[in-house]
């Protein structure tokens, strides 16, 4: 039992490297970003309570909350995507098809929310300079003072009262704004002409509006926020940007690929072939005889082997398990060959095995019709083997696919299918 957990790990989970492990390093640092984000959004550290209104301001409590949910959401969904990442780089099953769904979903999903807020948080102040640009012509009411930003019974005016001592301004678009009746919040104290001040009357005012210096500040308040927001989009979007135009380079230089093996044979439909060298046949009855019992003794031996392996698993190795490995990772060059159909019907009908028809499924993220391929069984050295052809070795699996466009097929799994093997009987 213990012999076939570890074989099992070992066909599950893909051999450490130092890809695997930078790649893994990589996810994980942007994994704490994405839970470290909304401890600050919570502290008030990422966000900007600031307020320019006296009293309790609905806009405000209403702006943070929005940018909150914003933060919460794009972690929940960055945190999932990580999770789901580390398990594609680490188990040998793969779900890519799924993984880059679930990122095109959270991209689009991190777009359409970070446009919405954009934009509400933009018309909100819209609606701010509007409110107070209504004011105008401004009345100056005696008594009516600047008063603190926790007042709750303060009026609208008592924020441009507040503005104009505290910025050094006058008005809302100018002191004329206040007409004859300028307030004392306007007046320059101690200052001359030369500092911003004119002369009204018998008085130096401010010459500086205070609306353009407080919509500045109000748009400036959540500028960290959005610079976050920005980088993190980013560090999504730029991964998708580079897969799609690389989908796109790809899918440009196989078209012009596919049209140029068009032309150069002369016009004919291009069919992919995989060649395999044939064994020599002309062997007499008694050499046939003697190789099928050499075959046989070599598979008792195979048996034999595999039970010595189940044996000796108690020190954590394994023989399979290595060549398994081993030969997943060892590949040769691709042995698919494009030849003209001409040179196909020529093959099927000279050859004395005539080649062999089968269907590959696209590697696509959505199906597409199967594409026929063709095995030949044909000797090495033979006058019908196209010039450049790969010969492949019908025991040792190769390389094996081709691309149309941006469609790639793989078919090592047809040409070499995987044999039940022999299963040895452990020792009582």
């Known amino acids: 039992m213990a012999a076939e957990t570890d074989d099992n790990k ?11 492990w930078t790649t893994s390093s990589l996810v994980i640092i942007f994994a704490v970003w994405c839970g470290l984000l909304p401890i600050l959004a919570a502290s008030g550290h990422l966000l900007n ?38 398990l594609e780089i680490w188990i040998r099953k793969s779900f890519f098809s799924v993984l880059l769904g679930a990122i095109c979903v959270l991209f689009v999903i991190m777009i359409l929310s970070f446009t919405k807020t954009w934009k509400e948080e933009t018309l909100e102040i819209q609606a701010f300079k509007q409110r107070y640009l209504a004011l105008i012509p401004l009345t100056d009411i005696p008594g009516n003072k600047q008063t603190n930003l926790n007042d709750t019974n303060c009026s609208i005016l008592n924020n441009v009262y507040r503005w104009q001592a505290e910025f050094k301004c006058c008005g809302l678009e100018g002191y004329q704004d206040w007409g ?19 002369g009204v009357g018998n008085s130096l005012v401010h010459e500086k509006p205070c609306l353009p210096t407080v919509l500045s500040l109000v748009g400036k308040r959540s500028s960290t926020f959005w610079i976050v927001m920005i980088v993190w989009i980013t560090i999504i979007g730029a991964p998708v940007a580079i897969f ?10 196989c078209s012009y690929w596919s049209v140029w093996k068009y ?45 010595e392996d189940v044996e000796d698993v108690e020190d954590g190795t394994s023989v399979e398990g290595e ?11 691709n042995v698919i060959t494009m030849i003209p159909l001409s040179e196909l019907r020529r093959l099927q009908d000279e050859l004395d095995t005539p080649p062999v ?17 063709y095995t030949v069984m044909i000797e090495e050295g033979s006058p019908l083997l196209p010039s450049g052809a790969v010969l492949a070795d019908a025991n040792k699996p190769s390389e094996c696919l081709w691309a149309e466009g941006h469609h ?13 093997k022999p299963q040895g009987t452990p020792p009582l």
């Open 10 to 20: 070992k066909t599950f989970y893909r051999k450490p490297s130092p890809t695997l």
């Open 49 to 86: 309570s600031q307020s320019f209104e006296c009293g309790n301001s609905n806009e405000e409590a209403s702006r943070l909350k929005k940018e909150s949910l914003l933060v919460y959401l794009w972690s929940g969904l960055c945190l999932l995507s990580c999770i789901l990442l580390l």
């Open 180 to 198: 004859s009746m300028i307030p004392d919040s306007c007046l320059c104290e101690g200052e001359d002409n030369s500092s911003g001040c004119v």
């Open 244 to 253: 799609l135009l690389a989908l796109v380079v790809s899918f440009s230089l």
């Open 263 to 307: 032309k150069m044979s002369g016009g004919q439909e291009i069919v992919p072939v995989v060649f395999i060298r044939k064994d020599n046949n002309n062997q007499t009855e008694e050499e046939n005889r003697k190789d099928g019992e050499a075959k046989e003794s070599r598979r008792d031996e195979d048996v034999v082997v595999e039970v």
């Open 323 to 333: 060549g398994q490995e081993a030969a997943e990772e060892h590949w040769d060059e």
């Open 357 to 373: 028809q089968h269907q590959a499924q696209c590697l696509c993220i959505f199906s597409r019709k199967p594409k026929n391929f």
């Open 408 to 420: 790639v097929f793989s078919v090592e799994h047809i040409v070499w299918p995987r044999e039940s």
